[in-house]
């Protein structure tokens, strides 16, 4: 037997001690930037969206407050939000029909845009524009629900399990609802929910709906008339 | 007398090794797609 | 050690191991949250910061767990326990952090409390899909605070050593729901399987190294064949201990650690008074019996520590007879 010993308030290790215990930290070091990097680089799957986040601009047109507030702006309807995990239904409720100057941060995903805007809403005159509206049909698809809000652009990922309890919250403070289903080339479109609230209890797990497609303005709305989840 | 202490170690991990095992591959393989594709559907067929 | 609440007192080794810690930690979730902006630049900042501080505690819980089966197998690996309570304490702050990202980026602002949020947003128990995993971390987390906030010596002294070591063995109860806590939520939406492998991998190697070193243990504990004589117990050869060092044997239910020193031999139980290490694996210096793992100190003849401490394990009456040591089962009482 060799006479090492580890005294832990000795101020120094043995030699051959110390050299044991650098080769030991040594590894666990290596092995954990290994599983730093694998697993930062691993975690996926995020969406190509965007949040201006504290960059407010303004933006003018008529605002509507059903079926989800939105404001209609240079031909692009632009869905509204509040702040923080609310819906901007009181809000848009005062201003129906009417032109408005809005302040708000842009979120951006897939071409639908929204805002997140800041309480004060200035009416403004001028004529209102109705939108554009066509009827595509009946339809019933398997695909995921999400809250509008984090799904385009405020969190990243903003859908999927990790995300089901925010989204769970977004929904009940009122933020429209999204569904995402993929069609049989695999590509995927973001559809805007509407008609009832959607079951906070089957959000981000497969769920069948079938509903009716509409087209408004450049959106396309699924007005849902029922909702099954898909069995395990 | 910790000789029940020193042994309880190991007979926590005979419970918590399988019971583990079980629970990471139950959750893994319940892992699911929430956006299967749809067939007969193509967005560019809408109108 | 008398039981008062004292600060740490510092050690050059314990700075060392200090600074190791707080860099690896801070290398560890830098390393993450950069790799993560550069293979996902679209990913927010807020979810790489709450990803590498869950990420960073489950690693280090890991190495945390192995240090006590790898100290078992191979003592060089001590210095590295030494310390470990304030790797513990780190891990339970990084844990704390990514909890209380969590709640804030997932739960608040919204139109419920977020603790309520947190314990209502999700009940799907009966689906393995959909199963709640936040609160298996909320109630990890609950578990480390409790160890973490009875860390200190002071509730080891408190407590007791059997109660404050059964305490902290809810440590791998924290590791079951960390476990499940990170296989209901993160793995079941990641977008590749390997993950849940690495996952795997990591249970292997803690389950695989506290099972070989409670074998291993278990082993060493089987009972002497019972040869007595005048109420002694035959322990060991006396010739096989080398000097300033111990056999362990099993002395009726128990282990006593048969020290030479200066040629003659000394039984004192193999339990230390301070946090129950094995003494048998110390040495004597300074005329006293030396634990491995903290340094505690006690006379062999006596089983006190030195003055002014005031600690004692069990000490045996022993004899050296036909080369053979013997050791009397009954411990000696020494009054004051």
């Known amino acids: 037997m060799t006479d090492e010993f580890y005294v832990g308030y000795v101020p120094r290790q043995t030699a051959a001690q110390a050299r044991f215990t650098r080769t030991a930290v ?102 209102v524009v109705a939108p554009r509206e066509q009827d595509l049909g009946s339809v019933t698809l398997t695909g995921e629900i999400a809250d509008s809000k984090c799904h385009l652009g405020v969190m990243n990922p903003g ?74 | 007398m910790i000789r029940p202490l020193r042994h309880s170690h190991l007979r926590a991990w005979c419970v918590l090794a399988p019971f583990l095992a079980v629970v990471l591959v139950l959750a893994a393989s319940a892992r699911r797609d929430a956006t299967p594709v749809n067939p007969g559907v193509r967005w560019e067929r809408l109108p | 050690m008398s039981v008062q609440y004292q600060a740490i007192t510092w050690s050059r080794q314990k700075k060392v191991y200090d600074v190791l ?153 924290a590791y079951g729901l960390l476990v499940a806590h990170v296989a209901f939520g993160a793995l079941q939406s990641a977008a590749s399987v390997w993950p849940a492998v690495l996952t795997g991998a990591g249970l292997t190697i803690v389950a695989g190294l506290h099972l070989a070193a409670g074998i291993h243990e278990r082993r060493r504990d089987s009972p002497l064949p019972a040869r007595t004589h005048d109420g002694f117990v035959a322990a060991c050869e006396f010739d096989a201990i080398p000097e300033g060092r111990a056999t362990v044997a099993m002395i009726g239910a128990e282990r006593v650690a048969i020290f030479k020193h200066e040629g003659k031999p000394y039984a004192i139980s193999n339990v230390c008074a301070h946090q129950n290490g094995p003494l048998g694996e110390g040495r004597t210096i300074d005329g006293c019996v030396t634990c491995p793992w903290h340094g505690y100190q006690f006379r062999p003849d006596t089983g006190m520590s030195p003055p002014p401490f005031q600690d004692r394990v069990p000490a045996y009456r022993c004899r050296v007879d036909s080369g053979k040591v013997w050791v009397h089962p009954q411990p000696v009482r020494h009054d004051g």
């Open chain 3, 21 to 173: 810690l707080a860099s690896g930690a801070a290398g560890f979730l830098g390393l993450f949250v950069a790799a993560g902006a550069v293979t996902h630049p679209e990913a927010t900042a807020e979810t790489l910061l709450i990803r590498a501080l869950g990420t960073c505690a489950f690693v280090m819980l890991h190495l945390i767990l192995c240090i006590g089966p790898l100290c078992r197998l191979d003592k060089r690996f001590l210095p590295l326990l030494y310390n470990r309570r304030h790797m513990g304490v780190t891990m339970f702050l990084t844990a704390a952090a990514h909890g209380v990202f969590s709640i804030i980026q997932f739960h608040s602002s919204g139109d419920e409390n977020p603790l309520v949020s947190l314990l209502s947003s999700n009940t799907r128990v009966n689906s393995l899909s959909a199963f709640p995993f936040q609160q298996l971390g909320l109630l990890a987390l609950l578990i480390l605070f409790l160890m973490a906030a009875t860390s200190h010596d002071f509730w080891l002294h408190t407590l007791t050593p059997p109660v404050w070591k059964r305490l902290h063995m809810l440590v791998y109860a």
């Open chain 1, 26 to 127: 040594t590894v666990a070091a290596l092995l954990a930037a290994g599983l730093a990097w694998t697993l930062a680089a691993w975690r996926a799957p995020f969406d190509n969206s965007r949040f201006e986040f504290g960059v407010y601009r303004d933006y003018t047109g008529t605002l509507a407050a059903h079926p989800v507030p939105s404001l209609l702006a240079e031909g692009q309807r632009i869905l509204l939000v509040a702040e923080g995990k609310h819906g901007a239904n009181s809000l848009a409720a005062r201003f129906d029909q009417r032109n408005v100057g809005i302040r708000g941060a842009l979120i951006e995903h897939d071409g639908i845009r929204m805002l997140e805007i800041l309480p004060s809403i200035e009416p403004l005159g001028g004529p």
């Open chain 1, 159 to 232: 859908r999927g399990k990790v995300h089901r309890d925010c989204a769970v919250r977004c929904l009940s403070g009122g933020v429209p609802a999204t569904f995402l289903a993929r069609d049989e080339t695999g590509a995927r479109r973001i559809l805007l929910l509407t008609g009832a609230r959607p079951p906070l209890d089957h959000v981000a797990e497969p769920v069948t709906i079938t509903g009716r497609l509409t087209r408004w303005d450049q959106l396309t709305t699924l007005r849902a008339e029922s909702i099954e989840p898909v069995r395990e």
